[in-house]
């Protein structure tokens, strides 16, 4: 699963046994080293669909780790693209990708929690890859109305989902074998570690999307494939902030 220039299993270890955060900035040095780091495959496909949703002037990568979704930002935003994470591990190697003078529209990098962002409605845009698994199920509505408050009226988030693996299959009993390995280190161990794959159901999150204030729609992401009864792999969640105010707003 890693590469050579990828992390050790002592330092994995490590990274398990302590807090989210902690265990984040341990992993920043090598995390695009890894298989947690969004695919390109990924990212082009979500560049490609929202560059139809556009124009967009500035946007924001909720979670953005080592800055993979500025990065999509920097490619649809014409005016700023600004990232925010927890870690400042994370944000540091984020810096680095993205030295001050590049090309492209502005970048700013913002350390703070999602479930509190310190935004007024200022984006028109807010995207994320591969962070929620870092809430727990009842932290949802919060984050995403955390999101509302502060996306302009008409402005959109969006995020890349995955068609659940069928059950039964390797990929199933993988992922359920890593949450309950997960539960157990919870139970067990503090600071907890929080990261789990199986929490983020399509249904639920629709509807906390909904109470938050978001209209919600789903767009195919065909280009990373079909699953055998011909629905695709992946979608593209695209919640909008429609109106002047609500639930979710500040």
């Known amino acids: 699963m890693f590469t050579k220039q990828g992390p050790t299993v002592r330092e994995l270890a490590v990274q398990a046994l302590s807090s989210t955060e902690r265990g984040y900035d341990l992993l920043a040095p090598k995390f695009d080293e890894t298989p947690y780091r969004t695919p390109d495959r990924v990212l082009d496909a979500v560049t490609r669909a929202v560059r139809e949703l556009g124009p967009f002037d500035a946007g924001l ?12 930002l920097r490619r ?7 990232g925010v994470d927890f870690s400042a591990g994370m944000l540091a190697e984020a810096r680095g990708a993205f030295p001050p003078g590049s090309d492209g529209p502005a970048v700013h990098w913002v350390r703070a929690d999602a479930r509190s962002l310190p935004f007024a409605p200022a984006f028109d845009l807010a995207l994320s890859f591969g962070a929620f698994g870092h809430f727990l199920p009842a932290e949802r509505f919060g984050l995403f109305a955390e999101v509302y408050g502060s996306l ?9 989902l995955g068609a ?33 794959y199986r929490t ?51």
């Open 61 to 72: 990568d909720v979670c953005c780790g080592t800055g993979a979704g500025v990065g999509v």
């Open 200 to 250: 983020f159901r399509l249904g639920d999150v629709l509807e906390d999307l909904t109470q938050a204030g978001f209209v919600v729609r789903l767009l195919p992401l065909t280009e990373l494939g079909l699953r055998p009864d011909g629905s695709p792999r992946a979608r593209l969640v695209v919640a909008t902030r429609e109106g002047q105010d609500g639930p979710g707003g500040s």
């Open 164 to 196: 659940p693996p069928p059950v039964g299959s390797r990929a199933y009993w993988s992922l359920f074998g890593f949450d309950a390995a997960m539960r157990v280190r919870n139970a067990m161990w503090r600071p907890r570690f929080v990261m789990y």
């Open 76 to 82: 649809l935003c014409r005016e700023r693209a600004v």
């Open 152 to 160: 302009r009226p008409g402005g959109q988030f969006v995020f890349p």
